[in-house]
């Protein structure tokens, strides 16, 4: 069979009235039909495409054979976080793109047999191996896609991990910037708890370099301290209006209505302007779900301008998909000029100025150009901005003898060390990009970490 089985959705017109997930998962057949279509390759391909080197035949290999509990023993041996990677990671341009099957014909949906495989896990209670203790610390300092894989696999080689996490609920990124209806907050939390059961511990509400520096973890006997604090510095556009009233940066907007809940005021006590008509500018999955979370929040239209084509967007395919079917508007090739407010400075419009693309970047793109006089303006009474963050700078600024560049973002050499002996970094704060890029760096830190602990 060439054709890969489709994971059912939500029909677009009753999921984008609520923050319940558009994908419904694979019943038991479509799975083992999916699972089926794999051939099992001697040398598999698709794993390595795969950032934590996931066994990817070896755990379709049990669902073929209608045992998820056994599937799921394999892509914990890798990963630490499948649930999560079986639901937000950009399969299509890692393991699926890479899949033999997609030569002539379509490839092996990983992903989704991946999240089949944790869900029933999740459901069977299926327990988890504990390593034996050695007694050495160690600590790691944010609770995100990094910080939890680099704890994850220090755990299983029996070091004592600790986890400190500024916000009061742990997850990082995939807690406060991806919103419910791509990742459920109790799918995070089971995947949490599961590295709980494992030992790690997690302090939250501690902001390392203010509530406690890094010199002050090592004198409390940690012997080694991984940095995973994301990147929390919005970008602006630097022009004229930024700063009206109304007009939100997607990281603040995202936080509000995930982490803390604002969605639901007053039952929580966060509030959040709910935009009649939004506009988000950018073209990455941060847009998308800016853009989609404003719909769910009532807006009557959410127009997205973003300076390229489609075609150039960083978004994944599949949320592009969901958002245009959801009556998301791609305006494209536009960029924003200024901000207009009115005389209580509120936002009004947008005034925009069409684009043309022409040659290509240092990114690989054909760079976006202005068309003179093409100004016109798009009214609205909100805007996102989605345009990327930059490196956290609280806990770089205040360590003494950490390396960074001009950017901000944390140096470090080949085994993940930075200037500071015995401390790591990796994720968004050494130049991550994606939540299983993330993972990945996670994971080789890990490895390093470990054998500088032996060499000591």
């Known amino acids: 069979m060439s054709q890969k089985v489709k994971m059912p959705e939500r029909d677009p017109k009753i999921r984008k009235k609520d923050f319940k997930q558009v994908n419904t998962g694979y019943t038991r057949d479509e799975m083992l039909k999916e699972a089926k279509r794999c051939l099992q390759c001697k040398n598999p391909s698709c794993s390595r495409g795969c950032p934590v080197e996931v066994n990817i035949p070896g755990f379709i290999k049990y669902l073929a054979g209608d045992n998820p509990s056994q599937a799921v023993k394999v892509l914990k041996q890798k990963n630490n976080l499948p649930a999560v990677c079986g639901r937000v990671c950009p399969q299509e341009n890692q393991c699926e793109r890479l899949c033999i099957l997609g030569k002539k014909g379509e490839s092996i949906c990983i992903g989704n047999l991946e999240r ?80 709980k059961k494992l030992g790690m511990k997690i302090i939250l509400n501690t902001l390392i370099g203010r509530t406690r520096t890094v010199k002050e973890l090592f004198n409390e006997s940690y012997k080694a301290i991984f940095i995973s604090v994301g990147a929390g510095l919005p970008v602006f556009p630097g022009i004229e209006g930024e700063n009206l009233n109304h007009v939100y940066c997607s990281n603040e907007f995202l936080v509000r209505v995930n982490l803390m809940r604002s969605f639901d005021f007053p039952n929580y006590d966060t509030p959040v302007y709910r935009g009649k008509n939004v506009v988000v500018i950018g073209g990455g999955n941060t847009a998308m779900d800016s853009a989609r979370t404003a719909l769910r929040l009532g807006a009557e239209s959410v127009k997205l301008i973003y300076r390229r084509t489609e075609k150039e967007m960083p978004a994944r395919e599949e949320e592009r998909l969901h958002a245009r079917k959801e009556g998301i508007e791609f305006i494209v090739l536009t960029n924003p000029i200024k901000f207009i407010g009115d005389e209580k400075k509120f936002v009004k419009a947008v005034e925009c100025i069409k684009m043309e693309l022409g040659g290509y970047d240092d990114s690989g793109r054909r760079h976006p150009q202005e ?59 050494v130049g991550g990009d994606t939540v299983i890029e993330a993972m990945g760096m996670g994971k080789k830190a890990a490895s390093s970490i470990a054998c500088y602990l032996n060499q000591k």
Do not use: Q, W
């Open 116 to 195: 089949y495989a944790t869900d029933i896990a999740f459901e069977n209670n299926d327990s988890i191996a504990v390593a034996e203790k050695s007694g050495v610390k160690v600590a790691v300092v944010g609770s995100g896609p990094a910080g939890l894989t680099c704890g994850g696999d220090l755990l299983k080689m029996g070091y004592d991990v600790t986890v400190y996490e500024s916000l009061h609920s742990a997850g990082g990124v995939l807690r406060y910037g991806i919103p419910e209806f791509r990742l459920p907050k109790e799918v995070l939390d089971k995947e949490i708890n599961n590295l």
């Open 371 to 429: 068309i003179k006089e093409s100004n016109y303006a798009i009214e609205t009474d909100m805007v996102i901005l989605a345009l990327g963050l930059h490196p956290n700078p609280v806990l770089t600024l205040l360590t003494e003898g950490l390396n960074t560049d001009r950017h901000g973002y944390i140096i470090i050499d080949d085994n993940y060390m930075t200037s500071v002996p015995g401390v790591f970094a990796g994720g968004d704060i």
